[in-house]
């Protein structure tokens, strides 16, 4: 696949990139889609500042959480009722996690690998710490996982896509294993929801949580969404137990009654102008094929590593990303002691990616807005870096703190 | 106090407000700042689009939650350090309150009153749920919390002024009432943070939490904030324990350690579009003086209850709201037995206050950007409303429901 014959180079002109800026960070915060700034206006002007609190049902603010959940379940191979735009990943991970909990009673032990995101892992100790050791939030090596799913496991917290490497776990597989031992599976997708194709029917998912702001292009801090399958809804009561999640929050009654079905994990109320953004994002990617996107993302990657090959020989960088497409997402990582000077310089050339400490350069790649040109051209500017500096030189040896 | 002489009255012109709209609803929704659509738009042209990743530290992303939290401190009385922006007030409810049950070991009960704004009271009880019974939510008379502070009970929640009866609490003593008999408080100052004034600091208050689109004006489903006193601060392990409240969320570790400070309550990636327009309507606020904004609060309130008292003899509205100036916050509010359909018609009129159930017409005093004559003419169209209507008559026998 050429720029000449990509089926998804229309979408580049949809997103308002800088000039001159080669974006390989759309993994961590992906660009703004054009028509974003426009509904955030009409947002504010039309729907808060004249319509004011009518907007709740005429602009259909009510329903948001439960709209925008509905498109992303598309992206994911959800159900409709599924999937529910709310709070910031964390904090879903954390009902995700307690709901897992309360349906496997019998079971005391969170698993989960080391060096998955920290975030997930730091819910995990939250619940740990705030149970007084009743739950056990247990972390192995990434590759003892399965074998490390015995009878105490409650519940299993994987990232399907890992945010340094890239590593794609087989999502399928790894469900039916858990569920094989009698636990369940709560699943991180925040690199994977509109990167790669996921099918969390097909694969019998029990839970699964994701960011906005990656490759949904929701904006900064853009709320997160949750999947719980409807075969669960009914049988959790959220430990958030918030308005926003019961049957009649405008009764404002003194007991907590769930509301039914999907709608019970929410907590408070709705972030309207981050799902305004949000459903922008997701809009646009509903407009693509995800086959398409990851036929392309994988293009580019093996463009991307064929153009890195001779700098790997030459200046000691090292593939952290699988090799097999299989078992990648749509980043590309390598390892080099002097990473993160070397981002720096890239930076400075308007290469954005981005440094994951100890020595990870990372880029990701985002077929919607990233042309093989670029790509090209990326790895050249690299290659000039990597040939104009000596990076043996002192100054290149002080490591800057990551901020 | 008449428009004429009204030391607000400039402020008025500061918000876009719908023409011809007399709207009482600010304690449900605040109004719109007309700074706040051209800060979004810059927020996502300038910083996201054309900054990118590179707007976390560049455009100060990365420390909104404590800048825009510092300000709101200065509404309540708080020390700088002591208020950070972030999630829902549910989700900071129940941030606060496992925080104050982890420093009170001894006790198990949490307390409050019936008839408290219900998403309080429902993170309370998924919070006794979640520990299985371990702690126990307890809900009492309002009347009768005072003397239910026995010596189980851990943490107190209340809420200042009352969201259907305007009925505000004493803070200061009510505080010192707990602290004597060995709990801690936890205050929901959602009506109360823009609207009176508070002081915190004085009352040697623990912990706050509040809303941001109410008297704040943060727009809809704004961020909430909350505020833990500095002596607590190190002493609590964060429940909610996300890569935000890390002590460095970029080294990416295994372990979870709290950051110093206020920055621990931080959970997941702050919502900077939602920051963006909070950080308007409080910036607006703090040019107003806030002892200027309770006057003129009151001098409304004084207005609407002298041109109600006829109303009230004829056709049978009761006060709801305390009489006394000193125990009522920035609304008033009425009963009568047909209120849902006298709020639908005033609305048809384009007076806009709300119904809450089961027969309470609640009427928001926003000083910053209400005039007397709003006050006038709304009781003129209520008056109006009452003197064409025959309420007995079957039409406005049946009651919607309240959607």
């Known amino acids: 696949m050429t720029d000449a014959d990509d089926p998804l180079a229309v979408f580049r002109d949809r997103f308002a990139l800088p000039e001159g800026v080669i974006y390989l960070d759309g993994n961590s915060l992906g660009a703004l889609p054009r ?26 603010w009510i329903s948001a959480p439960q709209r925008i959940g509905d498109k992303i ?27 897992a909990l309360s349906l496997n009673p019998g079971r005391t032990t969170i698993l989960s690998e080391s060096g998955n995101f920290p975030t997930d892992v730091y819910m995990m100790q939250g619940i740990e710490q705030l149970t007084g050791g ?21 519940v299993l917290l994987l990232t399907q896509v890992h945010y340094k490497t890239g590593r794609m776990r087989d999502l399928a597989r790894t469900t039916a294993l858990a569920h094989q031992r009698g636990a369940l599976a709560v699943w991180d997708l925040s690199h994977s929801a509109g990167a790669v ?14 960011c906005g702001y990656k490759y949904l292009n929701g904006g900064p801090g853009a709320p997160a969404w949750l999947h719980v399958a409807e075969r669960h809804q009914e049988r959790v009561t959220p430990a958030l137990s918030g308005w926003f999640g019961h049957a009649a929050p405008f009764d404002f009654v003194d007991e ?10 929410l907590c408070g109320t709705p972030p309207i102008l981050g799902l305004a953004a949000l459903e922008c994002g997701v809009d646009l990617l509903l407009e693509a094929d995800m086959a398409a996107v ?56 308007r290469v954005i990616g981005d440094f994951r400490a100890p020595d990870i350069l990372r880029f990701g790649l985002t077929p919607l807005y990233l042309r093989f040109a670029d790509i090209e ?26 901020t």
Request: charged fraction near 20%.
């Open 377 to 402: 051209r990326a790895v050249e500017i690299l290659a000039e870096i990597m040939a104009q500096s000596a990076w043996d030189r002192p100054e290149y040896r002080v490591r800057a703190a990551v």
């Open 256 to 265: 907590y009654v769930p509301a039914s079905g999907i709608a019970r994990f």
């Open 294 to 349: 990851r036929a392309k993302s994988l293009a580019l990657a093996e463009l991307f590593m064929a153009r890195m090959a001779p700098l790997c020989a030459r200046h000691g960088f090292t593939l952290v990303s699988p090799a097999d497409p299989v078992e990648r997402g749509s980043q590309v990582a390598y390892a080099h002691p002097e990473g993160y000077a070397i981002m720096q310089a890239l930076i400075a050339r």
């Open 134 to 154: 009743s739950v056990r939030a247990r972390l192995v090596e990434p590759a003892a996982v399965e074998e490390a799913i015995d009878n105490d496991v409650a």
């Open 197 to 210: 194709p996921v099918d969390l029917g097909a694969a019998h998912a029990d839970f699964a949580v994701g």
């Open 35 to 60: 028509a974003t700034a426009d509904r955030l206006t009409a947002t504010a002007i039309k729907e808060w500042g004249a319509g004011l609190i009518t907007s709740w049902n005429a602009a259909g």
């Open 73 to 99: 379940a598309r992206l994911v191979g959800a159900g409709e009722g599924e999937v529910i735009a709310c709070d910031s990943t964390s904090v879903n991970v954390f009902k995700l996690l307690t709901a």
